[in-house]
């Protein structure tokens, strides 16, 4: 475990990924004082009753209060509560202190770090995402393990590291999770190919079998893999995902526009040897997987 | 095992589906021969070796001997090999013996068998489509337990059955498959919406990510589970779909226009509340499943 001066975490949302924050800095070895707090009572006992976190606070305003006492601020809910939660915390918070988030989009927070967290006698700000998660949320399905493997981004708006900032970094890599640091708007338009995309198309096209079937036996008669992975993502819920899409939506858009334009070539094409051009191309992409 | 009169099989192309009814036959205890033929050298030798096929036939003409004193004939090539081998067979079998096939789409198969064994002195055809498969092809992956638990479709263009049709329902069903009995078309229409719209999605999905990153190295850095999923079918072969491309055009074009401007309703309400409705509807496909 990192030799440093990190004695008291505060975190943010004590969902699956707060959770299992905590549950992994415990499992690193982390001997400081875990305080928690979620706007879900049965979440926040839930992290307790596990040992993700020590106390849970018993209201917003209590949360506050740990926050301007903790080293490290963890801020583990959907994206707009981050920026929410980045307003309030700004005035009780203040150097040497550092405030971090989990969140999936990162431009539109990077932005209000920079803003509110700039100057010498602020806290220092450190945008982060996980990439890690499961198909449903919820402190019950945790695990001290979550990270292990994973890749961790970072998108921070400044060269320079905090030492609070350096030692996060540090348990971060204790939690098995590997770092890239990357521009924050570049990482929206990664994840607006590899995330987003992949769960719009999958809610459309599930959306677009319930609407056509309804409860038909058929479709579950007769649709086999290809329907079921394809849809998977499908059950994904729309309180996930309702910040991603306001705060990523330019590139959202425009990978849906061009996923749109791509479909209909391979409409145009089934009779013609473009289809097949169109399999070779994506037989290459599976290929470098 | 059924009781019944079935003592010779010939099965035309013995790759996935030819190899694994040939193994399935054995394991559910035919003592029958069990001719096989396929253009590949590669595919009649592994699938003899492994004990799918009594003899591989020398060659199409053999074949063709071969199948004038089949009871049964499998037909396991793509969809307009089959429809060639049709052709080729109706000058060569007769009453008291079955053609059954395996082919993806079935209203092209169907029509051109209900238009070449018909008459009282024609052999029978009875048009069947096991949902089973692999990502790969190919006699080295035949199981006899392929069709275990999978759905066996028939699309059977008369209500009658003749005797040898009916033996053959039997065998399958003691491969473990269930049976169902459906119109060609509708048999068509479906599959279109739920194999070959996921499969044409995810060959699109996969050559657009080709095209825009290449062998960049971001997209394998952070694309997780969602990425591999939606795009796995990717790496299907053209061969094994340009058949089915060009026998189902129809329903799969307007499949793919129906996702087309489903995304695009997406897209244009990334930011209002009928995103929420399509999570909704796309949530409540999945439950059904």
Redesign the interface.
Known sequence: MPAGTMERVLIIGTGLIGASTGLALRSAGFAGRIDGWDVSSLERTAAAQMGAIDAAAASAEEALAAASKADVIVLAVPVLAIKDWMQRLAPVVGSGQLITDVGSTKLEITELGRSLFSAADTAAFLPGHP?AGKESGGAMLAEARLFNGA?W?FTPSTSESSPMEKEWRDWVGFFGART?D?DAARHDE??A???H?????????????????G?AP???????R?????????????SM??DV??TN?GP??DT?????Q??????EN??TPE??D????????????
């Open positions: 990439m890749m981004l890239l990357m990664l994840c190919w590899v995330s995309l992949p769960q719009m198309l999958s809610t459309a096209l599930a959306a677009l079998l319930e609407d056509k079937f409860d058929e479709i579950g008669a007769i649709g086999a290809a329907l079921r992975e394809t849809t998977r993502l499908g059950a994904s819920p729309y995902w309702r899409a306001m939506t959202i858009a849906l526009f061009a996923l749109e791509r479909l209909a070539h391979v409409r089934l009779r289809l097949r169109e399999f070779a191309l994506a037989n290459r992409f599976r290929q470098r997987r």
